[in-house]
């Protein structure tokens, strides 16, 4: 049986793998923050000898894109010195490790879907910070998965999705920008992927072949601009709406923020389909059952 050390259970993605690991027949030991700060490197150590796992989810993060401009550090220290941590004890334990990085390591100039092995360049310190963490993880432990995803939105936690009915409930029109296209992915999606990897590299199941190990881009399938997103969440959820607001597109000049962000960061999941077998399911046919479940519990 496949022995998972979780870590950032409390988040979007931690949660839903957290809550499917059973079911899916796999042990799973889950830490948050306050039972693992991935920032402190000998919690993890001995947490990684402790645990004794047959393979590592490193779901934790510093996600706030736009307060991390003001916050390096402790973007760094989160995103770039946790995965270090981990892929260090991993590597002394045999152990392989899956870590989840972000469409935000590129720049959005590249007119198609990127592919994992085109050219990186953050255009924050969010992607910077995620980004170097991918180094590390690659530079500390052979053994590595990197899973990035992107535009991201689950049950549990904040998102897009959830932002956008609330602003809804109190605005009768909202202005979402429409000129910067990515893959809305299910939190629920990606953690089944995360763990349908842990099976398949889990140290008992016997070798992996080398291809089965590195960079992989993994999100919901299609894809769309935020306003697109926006419109789509509106007409799904009118029935149980009071009232569905005017949603107006607008451009990434007439929303500055913090941060830059990629104009395009569709991500091409095509190697994960052909090394491992494994798609998640179209944005759009996610979204409903997401929307059902947030909508019944408000
Ligand atoms: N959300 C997106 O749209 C998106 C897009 C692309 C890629 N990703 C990547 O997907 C992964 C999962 O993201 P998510 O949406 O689930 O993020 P999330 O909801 O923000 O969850 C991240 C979790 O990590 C925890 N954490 C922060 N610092 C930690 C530390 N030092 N030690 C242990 N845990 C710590 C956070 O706790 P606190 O809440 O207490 O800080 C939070 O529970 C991340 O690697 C992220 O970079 C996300």
Redo the contacts with the bound molecule.
């Keep these: 049986m496949v022995r998972l050390l979780l870590?950032?259970?409390?988040?979007?993605?931690?949660?839903e793998v957290a809550r499917r690991a059973a079911p899916a027949g796999i042990a799973c030991r889950s830490?948050?923050?306050a039972t693992?700060?991935?920032?402190d490197r000998d919690a993890v150590r001995r947490l990684v000898r402790e645990a004794a796992p047959s393979v590592v989810v490193?779901?934790?993060?510093?996600?706030a894109v736009d307060k991390a401009e003001a916050d390096a550090d402790a973007a760094y220290?989160?995103?770039r010195d946790?995965p270090a941590h981990l892929a260090e004890a991993c590597a002394d334990a045999g152990v392989p490790l899956i870590h989840?990085?972000?469409?935000?390591v590129f720049d959005g100039s590249k007119p198609t879907p990127y592919r994992e092995d085109d050219p990186v360049a953050p255009l924050g310190v969010y992607g910077a910070s995620?980004l170097a963490g991918e180094e590390a993880v690659r530079r500390l432990c052979p053994r590595h998965v990197i899973l990035?995803?992107?535009?991201?939105?689950?049950v549990h936690?904040?998102?897009?999705v959830k932002t956008m009915l609330r602003l809804g409930r109190e605005r009768d029109r909202l202005r979402v920008v429409d000129d910067q296209r990515g893959c809305p992915?299910f939190?629920g999606d990606l953690a089944d992927t995360l763990l349908a990897l842990a099976e398949r590299l889990d140290v008992t199941a016997g070798a992996m072949p080398a291809e089965g190990f590195g960079t992989f881009h993994a999100t919901g399938q299609g894809a769309t601009s935020w306003c697109g997103f926006a419109r789509r969440i509106f007409e799904l959820a009118a029935p149980h709406l009071a009232k569905v607001p005017h949603v107006e597109a607008i451009t990434t000049a007439d929303f500055p923020t913090p941060a830059r962000r990629p104009a395009n960061s569709v991500l091409d999941c095509g190697r994960l389909a052909r090394v491992h077998g494994l798609t998640l399911r179209p944005w759009e046919m996610a979204l409903p059952g997401m929307l059902d479940s947030v909508l019944s519990s408000s």
């Design positions: 870590t950032g259970a409390d988040g979007q993605l931690g949660w830490t948050g923050r693992l700060d991935i920032t490193n779901a934790a993060a510093y996600t220290a989160v995103n946790g989840v990085s972000t469409d935000y995620k990035r995803t992107a535009w991201v939105y689950g936690g904040h998102n897009f992915t939190a």
